[in-house]
């Protein structure tokens, strides 16, 4: 690398080399397997090493830097987004994603040593509405999978849970059992809300009134949280069936703890009403919005033309004069710029014109979710919004202009308008 022009530092703060005790730098990834991380625009954001043989930890990951964060990243989607098959297969180790692929399981996808997150969620929401999880047969992959249903529930994505006899991992079960094995396992896979009600019953013996107590609280509480009234309907009397009581009794259990949700649901939208202007801010506490409507148009619009270049050759975009934020002004400038010249946007390319709270900013704001399926009908709206909070703010220059004007009048003793 160094002969490539890069220095120590540059290695150090990428996460390659650590500062040894005695001065100097040594490879962090020393005795691993290397598996770059790539992004959904082909571009290597970072790394993941596993270690040969034995030690811990048994995955290490690059550090957070500009272009990467590993809660923001899914290995392998850079493939697994042209898939056909409808789906994407989550899974919890690099190794899994490679034997997945390599038996012709093209839309695997692992979220890089971590549970699920809510911001890689929404990556994968941008490509597929249906997941199904094939996380390790132990108790941390039980864990994992029930934490990645309630992420995947509030997006509205259909989930279904594999789950493997057997074998440890996606894995040991192909390379045992075979592709054709591991498919009619897929085929077979559960909906989440069978495969959340078959653990909640497998953690209770019901004929101990106790625990079939403890049984219905928990699943009561499930079967409240299911959106539709005919879904509940039809679990509440499979709970009822499993316990052994009469299903009105748990139907009216369910809707007493579904209004209860319900409310508490409402109280912390008032809450998030309450402060919505806070929200809206970037993370870096040096570039504030003054208009944060806008802003928000702003940030879209410039997430648009960063995953689909060909929409910078729009004729409607406005000039980056339009934007109420000189930082997403300037960033806007940059992209628009390199899509006018036929090169290549990505974060590693654009932080030369950058500077590093654009880069953050920039990152920021490209990990919101964007429904690509309509990036047309999407770019006008913004482009629109960015106009009428263009106009407005001209509407009350006029208006503070008209005011001083009367205030300057000879003999005009008015109040402030």
Excluded: C, W
């Amino acid at each position: 690398m160094e002969r490539r022009g890069y220095s120590g530092q540059e290695l150090f703060e990428a996460g390659l080399v650590r500062r040894g005790k005695n001065g100097g730098f040594y490879d962090t990834f020393r005795d691993r397997l290397m598996f770059p991380v790539i992004d959904v625009r082909g571009n290597v954001i970072g790394f993941s090493g596993r270690i040969l043989g034995d030690g811990e930890p048994k995955y290490m990951n690059s550090p957070e830097t500009l272009v990467f964060n590993k809660s923001r990243n899914l290995f392998a989607l850079n493939l697994a987004k042209k898939s056909k098959s409808g789906y994407i297969i989550l899974s919890e180790g690099n190794i899994d994603v490679v034997s997945l692929h390599q038996a012709g399981f093209d839309s695997a996808v692992a979220s890089l040593g971590t549970s699920l997150t809510p911001e890689q969620a929404r990556l994968l929401s941008r490509y597929t509405d249906q997941v199904i999880i094939a996380y390790d047969n132990d108790g941390a992959g039980v864990k994992a999978a029930q934490r990645a249903i309630g992420i995947l529930e509030k997006l509205d994505m259909r989930v279904k849970v594999l789950r493997m006899s057997g074998a440890k991992d996606p894995d040991e079960f192909i390379q045992t059992r075979g592709a054709d094995a591991f498919r009619n396992l897929l085929e077979a896979s559960e909906n989440q809300v069978d495969y959340r009600l078959r653990s909640v019953t497998d953690k209770y013996d019901l004929s101990v009134d106790e625990q079939k107590v403890e049984f219905l609280k928990e699943a009561t509480e499930l079967v409240a949280r299911l959106p539709g009234a005919v879904e509940r309907q039809v679990y509440a009397m499979r709970v009822a069936s499993l316990a052994g009581i009469a299903s009105d009794v748990v139907t009216a259990e369910v809707e007493r703890r579904r209004k209860r949700l319900l409310s508490r649901a409402r109280r912390e939208d008032e809450r998030q009403q309450s402060r919505p202007a806070r929200q809206a801010q970037p993370g870096e506490k040096e570039l504030r919005y003054t208009d944060s409507a806008s802003a928000a148009a702003e940030e879209g619009l410039i997430r648009l033309l960063y995953l689909e270049p060909s929409l910078g050759r729009s004729p409607q975009l406005p000039p980056a004069e339009d934007f109420s934020s000189p930082a997403l002004g300037h960033i806007y400038t940059v992209i628009r710029q390199r899509i006018d010249r036929g090169e290549t946007v990505s974060t590693s390319a654009l932080s030369e014109a950058l500077s590093l709270r654009e880069m953050s900013l920039l990152v920021e704001l490209l990990q919101k979710p964007e429904v690509l399926s309509q990036g047309e009908r999407a770019l006008a709206d913004y482009i629109e919004k960015i106009r009428q909070q263009k106009n407005l703010a001209a509407g009350s220059t006029d208006l503070r202009a008209l005011a001083d004007s009367l205030r300057d009048r000879k003999g005009y003793k008015g109040k402030d308008v």
